[in-house]
C-alpha cells in the first residue's frame, strides 16, 4: 500500500521506492531486455531520511531505466509527517545526489 497520511510507514519496516536515471548497469542493460535482477546499476545507491542515511536492502532493475530501491527505516527513525526522503549514488568515491527529494508523508 502507498504512505501515507493514513497510512504512515513504520519505523522497522522495509520500504519500495521507484527510481529513474540510475546510469549504467553491469551488465549492461540491453534494449528492450526486462528487468530480471541481472542488471545492477554500477554505482552504490544510498537512501535518506531526513538527512540520515538508512539501509539499502536490494536494487532492482525493472525495465529500461527505471529500478525498485528497497530501503528499511531503522528503529530509531525520526517520526512525523513529511520527513525528506533522498536518493542518491556513490560515484568516484563522492555523494551525488539529483537535487531532488520527495516527502515520505508519515513514519510511525
Known amino acids: 500500500?502507498?504512505?501515507g497520511p493514513s497510512n504512515p510507514a513504520h519505523?522497522?519496516?522495509t520500504y519500495f521506492l521507484v527510481a529513474t536515471g540510475l546510469g549504467q548497469t553491469t551488465p549492461a542493460a540491453i534494449t528492450d531486455a526486462p528487468g530480471n535482477?541481472?542488471?545492477?546499476p554500477i554505482s552504490q545507491v544510498?537512501?535518506?531520511?531526513?538527512?540520515a542515511?538508512?539501509?539499502?536492502?536490494s536494487v532492482q532493475y525493472v525495465a529500461?531505466?527505471?529500478y525498485y530501491v528497497e530501503f528499511q527505516l531503522p528503529a530509531n527513525a525520526?517520526?512525523?509527517?513529511n520527513l525528506a526522503l533522498t536518493?542518491?549514488?556513490i560515484v568516484n568515491g563522492q555523494i551525488v545526489y539529483d537535487g531532488e527529494y520527495s516527502l515520505l508523508a508519515g513514519v510511525q
Not at 542515511?53 to 536492502?57: A, D, E, K, W
Request: proline content about 6%; glycine content about 26%.
Open 64 to 66: 529500461i531505466g527505471i
Open 46 to 51: 544510498i537512501v535518506g531520511v531526513n538527512n
Open 37 to 40: 535482477g541481472e542488471f545492477i
Open 11 to 13: 519505523r522497522g519496516g
Open 1 to 3: 500500500n502507498p504512505i
Open 87 to 89: 536518493l542518491g549514488q
Open 78 to 81: 525520526t517520526t512525523g509527517t
Open 53 to 57: 542515511g538508512v539501509p539499502v536492502l
